[in-house]
């Protein structure tokens, strides 16, 4: 069974960091696109940022400049590295992977929380 665990969420001031882990069990996550998903209250689920099998990066133009995301192939875990964070990044993060027949796995979610 495909599962994704992310962690590394919490409370951070503005202008902090978090390093979002998503871990991947039953899936390698380095033959899929996997993309970094986030959801405040009372808003729709928005696309933050996605990696490729090959390596290719792509980010919202809300957290391009301050959001890195990258891979460990040996950990099979994909980080998402956030700087300079804002009020406004705050929601649950989820991490996906898009398996590409229609099959998509979705973690449980992480809150981060930018308040001072």
């Known amino acids: 069974q495909a599962q994704l665990a992310e962690s590394g969420g919490g409370l951070v001031q503005p202008g902090g960091s978090l390093r979002l882990s998503c871990l991947g069990s039953g899936l390698r996550l380095d033959y899929y696109v996997i993309g970094w998903y986030r959801q405040a209250p009372g808003e729709e689920r928005e696309g933050v940022s996605c990696?490729?099998?090959?390596?290719?990066?792509f980010y919202a133009d809300s957290v391009k400049g301050r959001f890195t995301i990258s891979r460990d192939n040996a950990k099979n875990t994909v980080y998402l590295q956030m700087n300079s964070l804002k009020p406004e990044d705050t929601a649950v993060y989820y991490c996906?992977?898009?398996?590409?027949?229609?099959?998509?796995?979705w973690g449980q979610g992480t809150q981060v929380t930018v308040s001072s």
């Open positions: 990696i490729s099998s090959s390596g290719s990066e």
């Open positions: 996906n992977a898009d398996i590409g027949d229609g099959t998509y796995y």
